[in-house]
């Protein structure tokens, strides 16, 4: 029996119609002018709405081959239900505007197996946005091609779980056929987000945010998740997806194949120049197969 995810936040964070966010997607793929590659297994990419997010995503998104790509692994933390640990999915397909994408139910059994996952229910599924919007642009990489996908919310996890699921799912990364999704915006600041951290040595206030991004940026492309936990620790920056991140960086520690996380481009929603502006930045990186 087929369960139907909806694209509940087309119609508001994105457009709900088809051509027009068929032709969004392709001028921002076409605008950031990457050449496709194989060796590109995973991405980071922002999730916030497309008039914000979209055109910083095209970095992430633009350098996939999706020939001998047959399964997406989707990670995204989870905004409004708390857990301690990771949720599969329920549903069989997530619907987007411009193609379906059917659930791997196979790995979902796999990993549920494991007794380290919980299920989601669809009224929480469908109430996260983090994996929704990478959807489309999914949809469109891989159109024409037959692909299925595994929705992982990551939960509030402590180091040691985000070390397991780490250990858990590095088996995935050595099969050339799969990829990873990882859904992160990056600093939110301002105070209608409890984080006002600001190094005047920097210049104005969106320097300081730009430079506390990209020393947290640095780290992850070093792909060290001690590395990472101990700067989050540091800074108390404000990543949404610190979670996914660094499972994902517990994975390639884990695996055998190499991959090498690069960080492609890097924009705020605005610039913000005095204590009472507000703005959120966005991070898009490329894991690609390294030597």
Request: proline residues 4%.
């Amino acid at each position: 029996m087929e369960k139907i995810r909806k694209a509940s936040h087309a119609g508001s964070w994105y457009t709900d119609n088809p051509q027009e966010l068929a032709e969004q997607l392709d001028g921002w793929l076409r605008a950031a002018g990457l050449a496709k590659s194989s060796d590109v297994r995973g991405v980071i990419a922002p999730h916030a709405g497309y008039s914000y997010s979209g055109r910083a995503a095209a970095y992430a998104f633009g350098n996939i081959d999706p020939t001998n790509i047959s399964r997406i692994f989707l990670l995204g933390p989870s905004h409004h239900y708390y857990t301690p640990k990771c949720a599969l999915s329920r549903a069989t397909v997530y619907k987007t505007p411009i193609g379906d994408l059917p659930i791997d139910e196979e790995v979902n059994d796999e990993l549920k197996a494991t007794g380290h996952f919980e299920y989601m229910d669809l009224r929480v599924d469908e109430a996260e946005h983090s994996m929704e919007m990478h959807l489309p642009y999914l949809a469109k990489v891989f159109q024409g091609y037959p692909v299925k996908i595994v929705p992982i919310l990551v939960g509030a996890l402590s180091a040691e779980s985000e070390a397991l699921y780490g250990r858990l799912l590095a088996k995935y990364v050595d099969d050339s056929k799969n990829f990873f999704s990882v859904s992160s915006d990056f600093c939110h600041w301002g105070s209608r987000f409890n984080y006002v951290h600001y190094d005047k040595s920097h210049g104005a206030i969106y320097k300081s945010i730009e430079v506390l991004d990209k020393m947290g940026m640095d780290i992850i492309e070093t792909g060290d998740p001690d590395a990472f936990k101990q700067y989050l620790s540091e800074t108390d920056n404000t990543i949404c997806g610190r979670h996914p991140i660094s499972v994902f960086l517990h994975m390639l520690k884990n695996s055998l194949t190499k991959i090498k996380i690069r960080f492609l481009r890097y924009e705020q929603s605005s610039q913000c120049k005095s204590m009472r502006d507000s703005s959120v930045s966005y991070a898009s990186a490329v894991g690609k197969v390294d030597g």
